[in-house]
């Protein structure tokens, strides 16, 4: 099984924390579950900048292949019949160009820092891009 990270969501009137996703059963899912977050989040910035009159496009971007094909595709595939069906609202959102899911390499993505061996120019360099830092490591 791969772990995830548990949600916590807290109102002011109760104290009440949101159940974890069952565990994935493999990478891709793990990834896809993850991309489904990062939509939340994305979407949710949009709408706040947009109701402050500042116009964007929102987009996401994956060094994951497993997820942006699932996203990419419509409904379930042969390998994805077992997702919870409430997870592909985010099809739809790629398919009516609300939201858009770009690859990157994993090599100049900078939220795997610690995830993956790298030289050390390639961890200064997104060390550097991830906190918009000097160059003084």
């Given at each position: 099984y791969r772990?995830?990270?548990?949600?916590?969501?807290?109102?002011?009137?109760?104290?009440?924390?949101?159940?974890?996703n069952p565990?994935?059963?493999?990478?891709?899912?793990?990834?896809?579950?993850?991309?489904?977050r990062a939509c939340v989040e994305v979407i949710y910035?949009?709408?706040?900048?947009?109701?402050?009159?500042?116009?964007?496009?929102?987009?996401v971007e994956t060094d994951s292949s497993a997820a942006?094909?699932?996203?990419?595709?419509?409904?379930?595939?042969?390998?994805?019949?077992?997702y919870a069906v409430k997870k592909f609202w985010v099809q739809s959102l790629v398919r009516e160009k609300i939201i858009e899911v770009r690859?990157?390499?994993?090599t100049e993505n900078e939220a795997d820092l610690g995830t993956k061996a790298?030289?050390?120019?390639?961890?200064?360099?997104?060390?550097r891009e991830a906190l918009k830092t000097s160059s003084n490591y």
């Open positions: 772990r995830q990270r548990q949600m916590c969501i807290r109102d002011s009137n109760s104290s009440s924390i949101t159940q974890p565990p994935a059963l493999s990478t891709g899912e793990a990834e896809f579950n993850a991309e489904i910035l949009k709408n706040l900048l947009n109701f402050f009159g500042h116009t964007t496009k929102a987009s942006k094909g699932i996203i990419g595709r419509l409904g379930a595939s042969k390998k994805t019949k077992h690859k990157c390499s994993g790298v030289d050390g120019v390639t961890l200064n360099r997104l060390l």
